[in-house]
T-cell receptor, first 112, second 116 residues
């Protein structure tokens, strides 16, 4: 019973490099989300998806892109990493209106 | 825009005592959902309790209960008989339900330390 799985769990990038974070859920959830967690700022929504093939901007979308080609996967891309993107990234999914969000284990990303 | 405020960055409580974590929110919606999540040092986000705004009865889950005051837009979490394993960051979250866009808005968190 995997739930929400994020890959990788840790990563160090150099400024200007690119990378993709993968989120996979096996609960057939329609809604998926990417958040970043920074000290003193809680979790802030980067992008989200309301179904396969859809994406939408959240609170802090600049510098990130996303894709949801398959219902179970939600990818977060950093085209040119910056030190300000050093953070812990969480993927989450939910079924619908009256349900909670289920979270992955998080990815700690450091940009040097 | 909806906002969630947790005004206590850090709190501590003695083992076996009771502690209350505060959360207020701002919204123009009438029907919505509220959650408390726990984040232990493992970093995993764990659901503690949920409350549906149209239900007047406060939610309870074992040692965890909420005091939901809809008019005051307040949603506090009470932990009874605190245990060392309750040491964690606690996040209050509001779920937007407008126009089928189900987004979760989080507060900045309260770091709780349970003292032996």
């Amino acid at each position: 019973n995997a739930g929400v799985t994020q890959t990788p769990k840790f990563r160090v990038l150099k400024t200007g490099q690119s990378m993709t974070l993968l989120c996979a859920q096996d609960m057939n959830h329609e809604y998926m989300y990417w958040y970043r967690q920074d000290p003193g700022m809680g979790l802030r929504l980067i992008h989200y998806s309301v179904g396969e093939g859809t994406t939408a901007k959240g609170e802090v979308p600049d510098g990130y892109n996303v894709s949801r080609l398959k219902k179970q996967n939600f990818l977060l891309g950093l085209e040119s990493a910056a030190p300000s993107q050093t953070s812990v990234y969480f993927c989450a999914s939910s079924y619908g209106r009256n349900t909670e969000a289920f979270f992955g284990q998080g990815t700690r990303l450091t940009v040097v | 825009a909806q906002t969630v405020t947790q005004s206590q960055p850090e709190m501590s409580v003695q083992e076996a005592e009771t502690v209350t974590l505060s959360c207020t929110y701002d919204t123009s919606e009438n029907n919505y959902y509220l959650f408390w999540y726990k984040q232990p040092p493992s970093r995993q986000m764990i659901l503690v309790i949920r409350q549906e705004a149209y239900k007047q009865q406060n939610a309870t889950e074992n040692r965890f209960s909420v005091n939901f005051q809809k008019a005051a837009k307040s949603f506090s979490l009470k932990i009874s008989d605190s245990q060392l394993g309750d040491t964690a960051m606690y996040f209050c979250a509001y779920k937007m339900t407008t126009s089928g866009t189900y987004k979760y808005i989080f507060g900045t968190g309260t770091r709780l330390k349970v003292l032996a």
